[in-house]
């Protein structure tokens, strides 16, 4: 699936941040793209690891400690499907959870929750932090070469 113009209308008109700054648009382009990569040897399902890069960040109020805005980007998630985007049940479900666990330093099993996550993670060059192999969870991500593209990729 590709993300619905509308919703990122909606997320974008409600974004408190700069839209180009480094939890906006040029960070979740990047999240999106990293676990699409990831997905190709996960088996995550890039339905949700696409809608996680555009919600997982959308409802921060902060660039810096903003505790809260994984639960209420679930929260969102929630009341927009159905109208804004469609996704079945297991879908939503693993979608509010990636948003809601993603600032958690969590580790899960389950391979789309996990791409999710390392895709956010892998995008910490941006703010000047090399991702740490062992804080990331699948095996796809811990790659050297994967690490060096996307670290890469998050300075430019
Ligand atoms: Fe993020």
């Known amino acids: 699936m590709r993300i619905p113009p509308e919703l990122l209308t909606h997320l974008r008109e409600n974004f408190a941040l700069d839209w180009r700054g480094i939890h906006g648009a040029p960070h979740w382009a990047r999240v999106a793209r990293i676990g699409e ?5 996960t088996g995550a399902r890039l339905d949700v ?43 939503l479900e693993l979608l509010m959870q990636a948003c809601s666990e993603h600032s958690a330093g969590k580790v899960s099993r389950d391979a789309t929750l ?27 991500a811990r790659r050297p070469d994967v690490i060096e593209w996307a670290y890469g990729w ?3």
């Open 37 to 41: 990569r990831l997905s190709v040897e």
């Open 114 to 140: 996990q791409t999710c996550w390392d895709a956010d993670r892998l995008d910490l060059g941006r703010v000047g932090i090399v991702p740490d192999p062992r804080r990331l969870g699948t095996a796809a």
């Open 49 to 91: 690891v696409r809608l996680f890069a555009v919600f997982h960040d959308s409802c921060r109020q902060s660039d810096v400690s903003d505790p809260f805005h994984g639960a209420l980007a679930a929260k969102l998630a929630a009341r927009l499907h159905g109208t804004l985007f469609e996704l079945d049940s297991l879908g």
């Open 154 to 156: 998050s300075l430019k």
